[in-house]
């Protein structure tokens, strides 16, 4: 039972996960199609990474309120419809519209996810439950571009999007019919639009949960700004085709895969913070190999030598984010579902931003970007280690 929940909950996690990779590859085609400049289509993407990040500051609080299957069902109906509507969509304006339902519909699953975990396992078992979690859930961005590729050049760019509407439809009979509610009546918390804005101004206005959650935001910034970057980093800078996005995402993700792996197999043995100072150091050795490569190489980086920092950087960030994520979450236990939001709310403006705003600004050179992953792993072990320091004056005050 334990193995079909991991897998459920994983699944789930990959609607948002298959919704930003699987079109990567028809980019250009979409900007082809629609007559319209390489800025204009990125915001396809960015669209859909700020209306998601907005709509996790609401699934949570939602899921306190009224459950968390109804409100994964309601948004996986929506993100069925929104992917068969950009399907369809005969102009690009109804395009960034399908889009963006598709961005307000596809974090359901990831931020209720979090919470059914902490409503059923505590301390080390939640850890390890959730690396388990990430290691499923890291499949879809490796599996995605691959499949998207292949469906773009075999069948259009439409296709990579009715294949998102089928994998809706397959989540949406799978929660109705094999996810159990986690969160009993009794335990819900009624909605009034005062007491959760004050439940809301409660996390805002923890400093250590904030910074914990930062320093998490901006780990996930190295993978965002590569995923912003894809398809200038696969096409333009490695000069490959579109089938060949698994240059790309395959190190990237199998590195957090294995991390996963091997951080939930030993959650329960190593403490929480040498967990994650191994993560951090693996982290910041990928940044070292990563900078030096690409400023010996310059414009003339080539596979494989430019995708294995990744690898390394996703196992170190595997290591260290479900210790971070659990102690934050853990700082609120009567209200998990609005802390999972809030957490997962900072994580994925984080990816907005630097999707949307970052990206564009250095995807034209390997070496850019791999200053801008060094950039932001330092200030998330800043924002880690404040947030430590302040749980640590906490205990020694009391």
Known sequence: MQRLLTVI???LGMVGALAIDTYLPSIPAIGRAFDVGPVAVQQTLSVFLFMFAFMMLFYGTLSDSFGRRPVIMVALTVYTLASAGAALAPTFGWLLLFRALQGMSAGAGSVIGQAIVQDRFTGADAQRIMSHIMMVFGLAPAIAPVLGGWLHVTFGWRATFVFLALFGTVMLL????????????????AFHGVAIARNYLKVLGHPQFVLLSLSVGLAFGGLSLYIGSAANFVMEILHLPETAFAWMFIPLISGMVIGSAWGGKRAARIPAPRMRAIGFGTMLLACVLNVGYTAAAGDAVTIPWAVLPLMVYTFGLAVAMPAIQVSALGLFPDNRGLASSMLAFIQMM???LVSGLVAPLLFDSAFK???GVAVGLAASFCACQLGNAMARERVAAA
């Open 350 to 352: 984080s990816f907005a």
């Open 9 to 11: 909950l994983a699944c």
């Open 174 to 189: 799978a929660t109705w019919k094999l996810l159990p509610e986690s969160l009993p009546r009794e335990k819900r918390h």
């Open 369 to 371: 970007l791999a200053c």
